[in-house]
């Protein structure tokens, strides 16, 4: 986490913060650098989480931890103090299917969250479905394609009804400090599929999600949908090989359709079957009118270059 984020978008540490109280919901990856940021302009935070050994590590940077199965166990003191809530749960997983959680504890979360300014959902580009290669912004018809994609609208829409001052961020594919392919691609059997035509993806670095979430934070907007992504899509196969290069990492093996479908997994293929660029120019105009991270050029130099050190 780069450590002037707190202050970028004229975000700044003051009394006046010492009394919020951001809530995340699933502190995970995204969370927890969410987490480190407030911490810093004075936010008290909660985190919750499933997995204890996971909540003694959110305490160690000063997360309030909250072991819970699901969020409607929270304590009722704990939501009349929440000011600001980030819900990054992921889809309920099992073995034949996934559902999206929010659709059976928002409306109970929803009349407790009494002094709640603000709240974030974080969802994902896989919302829109395949566009056949074309630019999406926040006004494209979602028609998604798989159940993924398919539970995370139901996810958002009920953020987007529960009478709560809500919006929703669609989040490229995440990457950034400890979660990036760098490894598995020195270990040199990447694969990875050349579609004709080419299938375009999006991707957003960590940082880069935090200081929008920030820059809502200062500037809310109620039932607003954002799309983060950085300014270059970029077909998947391109990707890693100019990645790999980036790297002096062997060059990932490339496949055509047929053999991805024979050796790749078909929840490895759906990540990419969709063919879509996302546009980030409400981003640009409402949040961030610059990136820190552009594309993954720079955000893998910078990974690099931290590791290094």
Request: charged residues 20%; hydrophobic residues 40%.
């Amino acid at each position: 986490m780069r450590n002037d984020l707190s202050h970028a978008y004229n975000i700044q540490a003051s009394k006046n913060h010492m009394n919020k109280h951001l809530l995340i919901l699933g502190c995970g990856y995204v969370g927890t650098k969410l987490a480190k940021a407030c911490l810093e302009l004075g936010f008290q935070v909660s985190g919750t989480t499933r997995n204890k050994e996971h909540a003694h590590a959110l305490k160690e940077i000063g997360i309030s931890p909250i072991i819970i199965t699901s969020p409607s166990d929270i304590n009722v003191a704990i939501l009349e103090q929440t000011t600001h809530l980030v819900d990054s749960i992921p889809l309920t997983r099992n073995a034949n299917s996934m559902a999206a959680s929010q659709t059976q504890w928002l409306t109970i979360l929803a009349p407790k969250l009494q002094h709640l300014t603000w709240a974030g959902y974080l969802s994902t580009t896989g919302v829109y479905g395949d566009a056949v290669g074309a630019w999406v912004d926040e006004s494209y018809d979602c028609q998604p394609s798989s159940p993924r994609g398919i539970e995370r609208l139901k996810a958002e829409q009920a953020w987007l009804d529960s009478g709560l001052y809500a919006e929703v961020f669609r989040l490229a594919g995440i990457y950034g400090p400890e979660r990036n392919i760098i490894n598995r691609l020195h270990a040199g059997d990447y694969k990875a599929v050349q579609w004709n035509p080419p299938h375009y993806s999006s991707r957003i670095h960590v940082d880069d999600i935090v200081a929008a979430l920030l820059a809502a934070m200062q500037s809310p907007r109620s039932g607003r949908v954002v799309n983060i992504a950085d300014d270059l899509p970029l077909p998947h196969a391109e990707y890693v090989q100019q990645v790999a290069a980036i790297l002096g990492a062997p060059a990932p093996i490339i496949l055509n359709p047929k053999e991805g479908k024979a050796q790749l997994s078909a929840t490895a293929l759906s990540f990419f079957s969709d063919n879509k660029r996302i546009s980030n120019q409400r981003l640009h105009d409402e949040l961030l009118p610059t990136l820190h991270y552009p594309s993954f050029k720079e955000g893998m130099l910078a990974i690099l270059n931290h590791k290094e050190n």
